[in-house]
């Protein structure tokens, strides 16, 4: 037996360079800037996300095979960005988040508008026929057609579903989700409702609430996580829950999200995308009584 003595002095390992260390620092969470809502997603959140939708459309056509490389290749030098990426999204999203905040904070008064206007139910597998930048243009086009509205500023943008009722697909649902200036009141209900015919299937076309968490209602505005929205009936009761898209939805949706440029689901009136790092700027005074 060798009674050699080790004379090699121990390393010392430095806090965070060992690998432990780097897990327990990767997962001490920072806490979110002021203009974010709790909660909001992380980057590692994303980036599974992201891997998640490429292992999807991998399996699907030529064009879903496509949109599978854009997002491998979104690297930190070179972003895809993409609308279907959920990395891409999330840089947009904050930057956005920041920008609304401050316009929505200037002023006391904003509702929210959940919106489903008629002539926005898409078949199933027919989601890729939309032109979204053109319908968003038609869309802001009703918005200063009405007298109400047109001397609003308005922050929104176009979210879609897809419809489910009693376990049977229905189509796919392009809405809006708009913050208005402008208190909660008779005047704007019915504004809205005049610029926006309601979707005859749906159960609640509108939905009006007054914003109290600036942040949460940003971030709200311009979603980048789409679900199922089911129906169904319980205790004689019509109700409704948030599912996971499958995987065979997902390809359309993710196609078609690649289809436009990042941001052209944004619906603005009375401010304006200032340069690729989208600051909201105010384009007009505009008058705040109900």
Same mark, same amino acid.
């Given at each position: 037996?060798?009674?050699?003595? *080790?004379?090699t002095?121990?390393?010392?390992?430095?806090?965070?360079?060992?690998?432990?260390?780097?897990? %327990?620092?990767?997962?001490?969470?920072?806490?979110? /800037? /002021?203009?974010?809502?709790?909660?909001?997603?992380?980057?590692?959140?994303?980036?599974?996300?992201?891997?998640?939708?490429?292992?999807?459309?991998?399996?699907?056509?030529? +064009?879903?095979?496509?949109?599978?490389?854009?997002?491998?290749?979104?690297? /930190?030098?070179?972003?895809?960005?993409?609308? =279907?990426? &959920?990395v891409c999204?999330?840089?947009?999203?904050?930057?956005?988040?920041?920008?609304?905040?401050?316009?929505?904070?200037?002023?006391p008064?904003?509702?929210?508008? #959940?919106?489903?206007?008629? $002539?926005?139910?898409?078949?199933?597998?027919?989601?890729?026929?939309?032109n979204?930048? *053109?319908?968003?243009?038609?869309?802001?086009k009703? !918005?200063?057609?009405? &007298?109400?509205?047109?001397? +609003?500023?308005?922050? $929104?943008?176009?979210?879609? #579903?897809l419809?489910?009722?009693?376990?049977?697909?229905?189509?796919?649902?392009?809405?809006?989700?708009?913050?208005?200036?402008?208190?909660?009141?008779?005047?704007?209900?019915?504004?809205?409702?005049?610029?926006? /015919?309601?979707? &005859?299937?749906?159960?609640?076309?509108?939905?009006? +609430?007054?914003?109290?968490?600036?942040?949460?209602? #940003?971030?709200?505005?311009?979603?980048?996580?789409?679900? %199922?929205?089911?129906?169904?009936?319980?205790?004689?009761?019509?109700?409704?829950?948030?599912? &996971?898209?499958?995987?065979?939805?997902?390809?359309?949706?993710?196609?078609?999200?690649?289809?436009?440029?990042?941001? =052209?689901r944004? !619906?603005?009136?009375?401010?304006?995308?200032? $340069?690729?790092?989208?600051?909201?700027?105010?384009?007009?005074?505009?008058?705040?009584?109900?």
């Open positions: 037996m060798s009674n050699a003595i *080790n004379t002095p121990s390393r010392v390992v430095e806090p965070g360079a060992h690998p432990a260390h780097r897990r %327990r620092r990767r997962q001490r969470r920072r806490p979110s /800037p /002021p203009y974010l809502p709790n909660g909001f997603e992380t980057f590692e959140q994303a980036k599974e996300r992201r891997r998640h939708r490429r292992k999807v459309l991998r399996k699907g056509d030529r +064009r879903a095979r496509f949109v599978a490389r854009v997002l491998r290749d979104c690297w /930190p030098e070179t972003r895809c960005s993409s609308e =279907a990426c &959920p999204m999330r840089k947009f999203r904050k930057r956005f988040c920041r920008a609304a905040t401050k316009v929505i904070a200037s002023s008064e904003w509702t929210r508008a #959940s919106v489903i206007p008629s $002539g926005l139910a898409v078949p199933l597998g027919k989601l890729n026929s939309v979204v930048p *053109n319908l968003v243009k038609a869309l802001r009703r !918005i200063e057609r009405s &007298p109400y509205l047109r001397n +609003r500023v308005v922050v $929104g943008g176009l979210d879609v #579903s419809n489910v009722k009693e376990n049977v697909v229905q189509h796919w649902q392009l809405h809006l989700y708009l913050l208005i200036e402008a208190k909660r009141g008779r005047r704007l209900r019915a504004a809205v409702r005049t610029a926006f /015919p309601p979707e &005859p299937t749906a159960a609640r076309p509108y939905r009006f +609430r007054t914003v109290r968490d600036f942040a949460a209602a #940003s971030s709200y505005a311009y979603k980048s996580i789409f679900n %199922r929205r089911s129906s169904y009936e319980k205790d004689g009761k019509p109700r409704t829950r948030n599912l &996971p898209i499958k995987n065979d939805e997902l390809r359309e949706l993710c196609t078609f999200l690649d289809s436009f440029p990042i941001g =052209a944004l !619906i603005l009136r009375g401010v304006r995308r200032n $340069g690729e790092k989208l600051q909201t700027v105010k384009t007009k005074q505009v008058s705040t009584e109900a």
